[in-house]
Nanobody, 120 residues
Framework: QVQLVESGGGLVQAGGSLKLSCAASGRTFSNYAMGWFRQAPGKEREFVAAISWSGGSTYYADSVKGRFTISGDNAKNTVYLQMNSLKPEDTAVYYC?????????????WGQGTRVTVSS
């Protein structure tokens, strides 16, 4: 059974930092990418960042470029999201995604989500 377990969310003041982690278990994710999406209250889920296990390429939404950094350990099936210079508009539930096809945007597996709240 595939499981994605996120951790690291919480409450932080604007300008602060948080680091999210996502550990995948149940199978090896060597294809496609792993990444992060987020969903703010009343809004649709949106792409945040992804890392391709094939070559290590990284991808970011324009809204987080320069502030967020995605990294991962393929051997451990773990992906991280370092979030710096956080803004109130970054407040959302952050979801880990595995078997993420960047071309088609199809996601094979989702985590349960971890809440990030940025106070002004």
């Amino acid at each position: 059974q595939v499981q994605l377990v996120e951790s690291g969310g919480g409450l932080v003041q604007a300008g602060g930092s948080l680091k999210l982690s996502c550990a995948a278990s149940g199978r090896t994710f060597s294809n496609y990418a792993m990444g992060w999406f987020r969903q703010a209250p009343g809004k649709e889920r949106e792409f945040v960042a992804a890392i391709s296990w094939s070559g290590g390429s990284t991808y970011y939404a324009d809204s987080v470029k320069g502030r967020f950094t995605i990294s991962g350990d393929n051997a451990k099936n773990t992906v991280y999201l370092q979030m710096n210079s956080l803004k109130p508009e970054d407040t959302a539930v952050y979801y880990c995604a595995a078997d993420f096809n960047i071309v088609t945007a199809r996601v094979g597996y989702w985590g349960q989500g971890t809440r990030v709240t940025v106070s002004s």
